[in-house]
């Protein structure tokens, strides 16, 4: 656990079901919803820069990305480190200390890790981190790639932490000031992208849209 972590609410860890090809998060015995990252993934209107859309839950790109979010859950807010045999770790590992070195010692007090949460009885996410960074408050999601990403999967991540920013607002009365994509590529390089509290209104707004068009299409299949 570093010095800078300071458990400022009782985040909850919703157990997590998928139904359909569907995540859903059990808020409670009488309230499952769905995940962003379903809901984004449902509603795109690009296609991936592999020209065809294709589940990569169990490649190779994201096993690192587990492992690499695991090692830093455990490195931030748990009192051992994280280990794993799976022979990818030890990539997930560097691109781990590349992010601890370039965002994470950045932030002067971290709230959260791995943090979950919920808006009203529409959908629930994940934060990576969130804590104060230059007096203000930030919600951060570090991404693992072997190359960078275009503009419209930058836009999709930052519809993603608008998503979270909306959430955590909600659930627990704060104020969200800025939300950062931190993105570490195997070559060592690494991407900051911020988006300041003046855009994020923009962001949140494009999110309730694909938010809306979601219920729309699950309302339309029942």
Avoid at 80 to 90: A, E
Wanted: include cysteine.
């Amino acid at each position: 656990m570093i010095e800078t972590y300071k458990s400022k609410y009782n985040y909850q860890n919703y157990n997590i079901r998928k139904i359909n090809g569907i995540r859903y998060y059990q808020i409670n015995d009488n309230l499952s919803v769905p995940s962003v990252t379903s809901i984004l993934n449902l509603t795109k209107t690009y296609l991936p820069s592999t020209s065809k859309r294709i589940n990569l839950s169990n490649s190779k790109p994201a096993i690192i990305g587990k492992l690499m979010h695991k090692y830093l859950d455990y490195y931030i807010s748990r009192d051992t480190t994280f280990y794993d045999s799976d022979k990818n770790f030890f990539i997930a590992k560097d691109l781990a200390k590349i992010t601890i070195d370039n965002c994470i010692n950045d932030i002067d007090e971290i709230w959260g890790a791995e943090a979950s949460v919920y808006y009203k009885k529409r959908y629930a996410g994940t934060i990576d981190l969130i804590g104060m960074m230059d007096d203000k408050l930030i919600i951060v999601d570090y991404k693992s790639s072997h190359r960078k990403k275009t503009p419209d999967e930058i836009e999709e991540y930052f519809l993603q932490l608008a998503a979270y920013n909306l959430a955590h607002d909600w659930q627990y009365k704060t104020k969200v000031d800025s939300i950062m994509v931190f993105l570490c590529m195997r070559d060592g390089a690494y991407e900051k992208k911020v988006v300041s509290f003046d855009e994020l209104e923009k962001y949140q707004n494009k999110w309730l849209e694909r938010l809306t068009l979601f219920e729309e299409k699950m309302e339309t299949n029942d």
